[in-house]
């Protein structure tokens, strides 16, 4: 089966830091996508994870243990327009396997 | 250069009826790929095309779901008899191969 999981809900305040994790059981694994989603528009890219480790790009990092199935995407320096959903997928041979999202709100 | 555009943007329909729904790949992309994303729901795959044909259809969750890539660039998905439980956002995501997936901004569906 396929089992993709992150927290439904989070806060934070803004210029905090916030780790928003994802856990994950699927039947095949090509790597490992984060995708943001502002509430009524498309999901935009955000980073792409295919081997162990951290990969940073400028306020936002990704981490993958592919050992223990293990993803999160840290924010840091949080802003009013991080407030949106994170969408955490798995790339399976030729397909995205989206995890429910994790509804992020920042707060002044 | 241009992302992927879908249309229409919205579209309301009734109960029964037969509708079709359209994507626009970003120029270049020979990968195209349609989900369906239900309210606090992650999108959900449907269907993916390389050039012109169909490679996997798996997700596509009954017959009455159809999807066509005729000249390998644009693509539409046909759903007949449409039912209530078919309102979504129906998103469309085009790739140059297998690299990053380019999302659409997706046809909101309701059903009547």
């Known amino acids: 089966g396929q089992n993709i999981d992150q927290p439904t809900e989070m806060t934070a305040t803004e210029g905090a830091i916030v780790q928003i994790n994802c856990t994950y059981q699927?039947?095949?694994?090509?790597?490992l996508f984060w995708y943001q989603q502002h509430a009524g528009e498309a999901p935009t890219f955000l980073s792409y994870?295919?081997?162990?480790g951290l990969e940073e790009k400028g306020r936002f990092s990704s981490f993958l243990s592919r050992s223990k199935g293990y993803s999160y995407l840290l924010l840091k320096e949080l802003q009013m327009k991080d407030s949106a959903s994170y969408l955490c997928?798995?790339?399976?041979?030729?397909?995205?396997?989206f995890g429910t999202g994790t509804r992020l709100q920042v707060f002044p | 250069g241009a992302g992927v555009s879908q249309t229409p943007s919205n579209k309301v329909t009734e109960k029964g009826k037969y509708v079709e729904l359209r994507c626009d790949p970003i120029?270049?992309?020979?990968?195209l790929y349609w989900y369906r994303q239900s309210l606090g729901q992650g999108p959900e795959f449907l269907i993916y095309?390389?050039?012109?044909?169909?490679?996997?259809d798996s997700g596509l969750p009954n017959d009455r779901f159809f999807a066509v890539r005729p000249e390998g660039s644009v693509s539409t998905l046909k759903i007949q008899r449409t039912e209530r439980g078919d309102s979504a956002v129906y998103l469309c995501?085009?790739?140059?191969?297998?690299?990053?997936?380019?999302f659409g901004p997706g046809t909101r569906l309701t059903v009547l």
């Open positions: 995501a085009s790739s140059f191969g297998g690299d990053t997936q380019y």
């Open positions: 699927t039947s095949g694994f090509n790597g």
């Open positions: 994870n295919v081997l162990d």
């Open positions: 997928a798995v790339y399976n041979t030729d397909k995205l396997i």
């Open positions: 120029s270049g992309h020979t990968a």
């Open positions: 095309f390389q050039g012109t044909g169909a490679a996997d």
